[in-house]
T-cell receptor, first 116, second 114 residues
Framework: DTGVSQNPRHKITKRGQNVTFRCDPI?????LYWYRQTLGQGPEFLTY????????KSRLLSDRFSAERPKGSFSTLEIQRTEQGDSAMYLC??????????????FGAGSRLTVL | AQSVSQHNHHVILSEAASLELGCNYS??????LFWYVQYPGQHLQLLLK??????LVKGIKGFEAEFIKSKFSFNLRKPSVQWSDTAEYFC????????????FGTGTRLKVLA
């Protein structure tokens, strides 16, 4: 198991274009999270899945953002009609309960989006 | 609203100095608390966690944190920092009931001078 994998690592796009990021979680983890991080800020929650069900979505999340986890394995995050304010690092994390019963996140390396 | 506050945004220390990073949270109910670290060029990694039991928890690389429920605090400490501790540190909280969403603080950037 190589941990949480995210692709692409870096995406440069023009304003108005659509972009899609993919996350492959640790195989036995049933929860999958998407976060966004900008310079000088902590990770900001976007959404999370338990298996294939999207259980929570941030109220800050524009309707241009959509996430799926069709078979409860990998997930995609799509941003439509990108804006310069969408430029950020998009982080994926997965989790399951550890031996203590704590829900511990394991993060991927992130996908950096630059919107020109 | 649920929130996490980290008071120190930038900290500069010399090697062997002691470290304490503050973290306060606002979150109803029973919580799990975490410190994550991000070394330069690397992804976020778990440093330590509080789930239940002893409020003083020990993590990797000599770090520890104390959960003080009455103060809604979970401060990170290390008696003697090393140059390799240069990194960004994030405090996070999640609830034990209902949502499994994590809320993160804004982070503290630590620089240790050799």
């Amino acid at each position: 198991d190589t941990g949480v994998s995210q692709n692409p690592r870096h995406k440069i796009t023009k304003r108005g274009q659509n972009v899609t990021f993919r996350c492959d979680p640790i195989s036995e983890h049933n929860r999958l999270y998407w976060y966004r991080q900008t310079l000088g800020q902590g990770p900001e929650f976007l959404t999370y899945f338990q298996n294939e069900a999207q259980l929570e979505k941030s109220r800050l999340l524009s309707d241009r953002f959509s996430a799926e986890r069709p078979k409860g394995s990998f997930s995609t995050l799509e941003i439509q009609r990108t804006e310069q304010g969408d430029s950020a690092m998009y982080l994926c994390a997965s989790s399951s309960r550890d031996t203590q019963g704590a829900n511990v996140l394991t993060f991927g390396a992130g996908s950096r989006l630059t919107v020109l | 609203a649920q929130s996490v506050s980290q008071h120190n945004h930038h900290v500069i220390l010399s090697e062997a100095a002691s470290l304490e990073l503050g973290c306060n949270y606002s979150y109803g109910g029973t919580v799990n608390l975490f410190w994550y670290v991000q070394y330069p060029g690397q992804h976020l990694q778990l440093l330590l966690k509080y789930f239940s039991g002893d409020p003083l928890v020990k993590g990797i690389k000599g770090f520890e944190a104390e959960f003080i429920k009455s103060k809604f605090s979970f401060n990170l400490r290390k008696p003697s920092v090393q140059w390799s501790d240069t990194a960004e540190y994030f405090c996070a909280v999640t609830s034990l009931s209902g949502t499994y969403k994590y809320i993160f603080g804004t982070g503290t950037r630590l620089k240790v001078l050799a």
